[in-house]
């Protein structure tokens, strides 16, 4: 047996008696924080043997054992498969699975029902898993128990799961495939739950436009690359990582600018580099030395000092997680462990800093999810719609034009005043103004831009004035040197507004986002008869940078035939 390299395996001690967990380990998984920040159980597949001589050992064990029985073992043993993924990647984030035992939740319409998760498969499998000691559980109670407070059951690999992951060489995470969605027209009620619907001419067209666009997209090649003066987050990062170890992105290549290992990292060689094997005792003792060493006399790295730019990291941990053979996901491992857990608004998250700092002259990574799906609210075909589920549509704005089509550079081009400038022309007035710097000039343009958005999708000012005040944090309240500043805002964004008075705060956002959901479907439908590929993020389009005089004036008909006028072109 060998022990893969991924710093997860902190959690596991070597003793005579084999692999056990740690007590550092045992202790957080039953703290609450640790339980309630957990993994939603989500769909994948895979076509690896390694997994499927898993998922045969273990099914058969559940007969022999435990008798398990369900209607059919082939969904039994693709239920099973499905849990084992969800379980690993359990495993590798340090965070529990989250599933609900209540029957309701799996009575959708058949049009939602992720692959396997049906209630009568589903349960007898996790089950007999926890029966067997494969994995740990903490049960869940429901909003009828507690009225303060219900959440769904959590459960984890045990350290016999664990060993199995390792004897089986499930190390890597390209044996996983996430499924495209089983339904491309979605329905949700005002609570945002699923809905189903009847099937007419229109969702029909809908699906077999979505259904066009995404095999296209699977034609092309879409990149990322990253440059040494990019910024990045640890948010940033971290979501980089889960999406990696789920296959949503690959890792083509990594350049460190350390002075004399300025070497290229294929994907290749990556995935070599971690199926390699490692004595458990080195590798222990690795983990023992640099990562939990307790003792005291030593200062140990507090997570700022092992996170933030690379002038204030510890020396020896840079050695380890960036100059070894495997330094990038080590590294992206344990940032995640220590991270991860994090509020998104905390600054160790947040604070932006430039690639180089650590270490990494260039890094290019693939998009393997560019399929979309459209979501329309509020149980209408006329509200909502807008195309999701593409990873480009994560990536933060700035990172945008690091995309790359087919080994070409892109432009992006976006709908400016998008929705502001909607409502004039459904008012028939042909606005030509900036509709931000009409409210307080240059300034406060950047404040307005935000009130305006929040003032066309609030369903009434109370909303709109908690929004705003969200919204607006430290130094831009700084800007407003006034009594009342919210409602001061509001009362600005009005006078320079008038005539689209009757639509502020009044949740017309919904209704224009299906107007704008036309407008990109035939952009991208219109691309597409061109071999075109775009890339939609709601009111903006992306394509390779020689077809941009194309796409400006196919923006430009699509909004006046929709509109009837020009619209603004950034």
Not at 78 to 85: D, E, G, N, S, Y
Not at 337 to 345: A, V
Not at 371 to 379: E, S
């Amino acid at each position: 047996m060998f022990i893969p390299i991924y710093k997860i395996h902190t959690d596991l001690c070597h003793e005579k008696e084999g692999i056990i967990l740690s007590k550092e380990a045992e202790n957080l998984h039953n703290q609450r924080e640790w339980l309630l920040n957990a993994l939603a159980m989500d769909a994948y597949n895979s076509s690896s043997n390694s997994l499927k001589s898993l998922v045969n050992f273990l099914f058969g064990e559940m007969v022999a054992k435990i008798g398990l029985k369900v209607k059919s073992p082939n969904r039994g043993k693709q239920a099973l498969k499905t849990v084992l993924i969800n379980l690993w990647l359990s495993n590798l984030l340090g965070m529990p699975v989250r599933y609900s035992r209540d029957k309701n939740a799996y009575s959708h319409n058949r049009k939602y029902g992720k692959l396997y998760f049906k209630y009568h498969t589903l349960l007898p499998v996790i089950d007999a898993l926890l029966a067997l000691e494969y994995i740990e559980e903490k049960k869940g109670r429901s909003f009828y128990e507690n009225k303060k407070r219900g959440h769904q059951t959590r459960i984890w690999p045990a350290v016999l799961l664990i060993e199995l992951f390792i004897d089986h060489q499930l190390i890597t995470p390209n044996f996983i495939q996430k499924p495209e969605p089983e339904e491309l027209i979605i329905k949700k009620d005002k609570n945002k739950k699923l809905v189903g619907y009847r099937e007419d001419k229109n969702t029909k067209q809908m699906r077999t436009d979505l259904e066009c666009y995404n095999e296209f997209a699977k034609k092309h090649y879409i990149t990322v690359i990253l440059k040494s003066k990019n910024l990045i987050t640890n948010h940033f990062l971290i979501n980089l990582f889960r999406d990696y170890i789920t296959n949503r992105i690959g890792l083509k290549e990594v350049v460190y600018n350390n002075e004399d290992r300025n070497i290229k990292i294929p994907s290749q060689e990556i995935l070599k580099l971690y199926t390699k094997g490692f004595r458990r005792e080195s590798t222990i003792q690795i983990i023992n030395d640099n990562i939990h060493n307790t003792d005291t006399t030593q200062t140990q790295p507090t997570i700022t000092q092992e996170f933030s730019p690379k002038s204030a990291m510890d020396e020896r941990l840079q050695r380890i997680y960036f100059y070894s053979k495997n330094r990038l996901i080590d590294f992206l491992v344990l940032l995640n462990r220590k991270l991860g857990r994090g509020k998104k608004n905390d600054e160790s998250l947040t604070k932006p800093f430039f690639m180089k700092e650590l270490g990494i002259e260039h890094l290019q990574f693939t998009l393997n999810q560019e399929y979309l799906y459209r979501v329309f609210n509020r149980n209408s075909f006329q509200t909502g719609g807008r195309a999701y589920g593409s990873l480009h549509q994560n990536l933060p704005k700035d990172m945008r034009p690091c995309i790359q089509i087919n080994g070409e550079k892109t432009i992006e081009l976006d709908y400016s005043a998008y929705h502001i400038l909607m409502l004039y022309h459904m008012e028939g007035i042909d606005y030509q103004h900036d509709p931000h710097l009409e409210c307080g000039g240059k300034k406060l343009r950047s404040i307005f831009k935000k009130v305006g958005l929040i003032a066309i999708n609030a369903k009434n000012k109370k909303k709109a004035m908690g929004a705003i005040y969200k919204k607006l944090t430290g130094e831009e309240f700084l800007l407003l040197k006034v009594d009342k500043p919210l409602l001061w805002l509001i009362k600005k964004f009005e006078a320079a507004h008038k005539p689209i008075l009757k639509y502020l705060f009044s949740g017309i956002g919904l209704t224009l986002q299906n107007t704008d959901s036309k407008i990109m479907n035939n952009i991208l439908l219109n691309l597409m008869d061109k071999e075109i590929l775009g890339l939609s993020v709601y009111d903006s389009v992306i394509v390779a940078e020689q077809h941009r005089d194309y796409l400006y004036g196919l923006m430009m008909d699509e909004y006046e035939k929709e509109l009837g006028y020009k619209p603004k072109i950034g």
